[in-house]
């Protein structure tokens, strides 16, 4: 008898769990609520920093990359590889006209300090720009980036040429956060182009 009624829980217990994992499946992906399931309490990894201009040396290890993730950053003072953690949650607003449904990613960007030494930028330290750029759901099932306010850090003018900062190819496995900003090229020149970071599930 003992036997029958475990197995008759143990039989309970996995429809149940089955039935809870599926909710998310069973919602519509047309609406928000379906389509927000698949991103919302996930968490994500920076892997990657694309600087879109010309190499640069941020490390001053005589090696210019495009990636800087790979070998520049991790050099540097300041350099946290714990804070590069994305982490999207629902935003919700509701103004009188019409309700806005959104996500808001929570990230902090590293982002190099420059300083002047015997007449030459070097990168004094990285900072970490905390920011929630949004991605705003539509009736129809679409979704549309909102650009992200920076502004302006005292000690630090690049921070104000940064521009345009939006999240781009978003999927449940990845997303991009794109922004126009200035490096310093090889050349002891301000350069502007555009940095992406690309985390991954």
Not at 18 to 37: H, K, M, Q, R, Y
Not at 39 to 65: A, C, E, F, M
Not at 87 to 109: A, C, E, M, W, Y
Request: net charge negative; hydrophobic share 35%; charged share 20%.
């Amino acid at each position: 008898m003992n036997n029958k009624l475990n197995f008759l829980l143990i039989v309970l217990l996995t429809a149940f769990s089955v039935s809870v994992t599926s909710c998310d499946d069973d919602l519509d992906p047309n609406t928000f609520e379906g389509a927000s399931a698949r991103y919302v309490g996930n968490t994500y990894q920076l892997t990657k920093v694309h600087w879109s201009g010309t190499p640069v040396d941020l490390d001053s290890d005589g090696i210019l990359r495009w990636d800087l993730m790979e070998g520049e950053m991790s050099h540097l003072k300041g350099f946290d590889p714990y804070r590069h953690i994305g982490v999207v949650q629902i935003h919700r607003s509701q103004s009188n006209s019409k309700p806005t449904s959104s996500l808001d990613f929570l990230v902090g960007l590293p982002f190099p300090v420059y300083t002047l030494i015997d007449g030459k930028w070097k990168v004094a330290y990285m900072m970490y720009l905390s920011v929630s750029p949004e991605m705003v759901f539509h009736n129809d099932g679409h979704w549309t980036s909102v650009t992200y306010p920076i502004y302006n850090y005292s000690n630090h003018p690049l921070i104000g040429k940064i521009d345009n900062l939006v999240v781009t190819d978003m999927n449940p496995n990845s997303f991009n956060i794109r922004m126009e900003c200035c490096l310093i090229n090889e050349k002891n020149e301000l350069e502007e182009n555009v940095l992406v970071y690309h985390y991954q599930r």
